[in-house]
């Protein structure tokens, strides 16, 4: 059970995590910087192969962040909340 509820809270801390990070990237991040990856550092792909376990892309998306202009970056980043069942920081603006 204790092993069950470990996960558990690793899961949830990871959520936190990418939500932070997602503000930081969407929200609080300079016009003339790129849009910031969302790795924490966490990777590890699901049992399915569909998507990374820390960030919620799926492996196409990894490759093609490093060559992704803004837009991109930011559809990707749209994608992988849903994903990850976060909602977009920037929908809290409106």
Do not use: Y
């Amino acid at each position: 059970m204790s092993e069950t509820m470990n996960l558990q809270e690793q899961q949830a801390q990871q959520l936190v995590q990418l939500e932070s990070r997602a503000e930081a990237a969407l929200i609080w991040a300079k016009a003339d910087q790129p849009v910031a990856s969302p790795c924490i550092n966490v990777c590890r792909m699901t049992e399915d192969r569909s998507h990374c376990k820390g960030c919620f892309r799926t492996i196409d998306e990894i490759r093609a962040w490093s060559k992704a202009d803004d837009e991109q970056r930011l559809q990707i980043w749209a994608q992988l909340l849903k994903r990850a069942g976060l909602q977009d920081p920037r929908a809290a603006d409106l």
